[in-house]
């Protein structure tokens, strides 16, 4: 069983290269999807707006099917 939903994206978020700030970024089978384009004050507010960034790409490739 495959534990991540939205196989084959994954979500990675990492410290920005400002100190004390936060980015993610999505992967589609370990090639670069997508990556934020804004900077984040918290770990928690980079991963959910990621999440939601996750979805959208799952979204539009189940609608491209």
């Known amino acids: 069983m495959n534990a991540n ?5 994954t979500l ?3 410290p920005s ?6 980015e993610w970024t999505i992967r589609k089978q ?3 999807a997508q990556r934020s384009d804004k900077q984040y004050r918290s770990e928690a507010d ?3 707006d990621g999440e939601k960034a996750v979805e959208r790409q799952f979204t539009d490739a189940q609608g491209a099917r």
């Open 12 to 14: 990675e978020v990492q």
């Open 5 to 9: 939903k939205h196989h084959p994206y």
């Open 30 to 32: 370990g090639k670069l």
């Open 17 to 22: 290269q400002k100190p004390g700030l936060f």
């Open 46 to 48: 980079a991963l959910k």
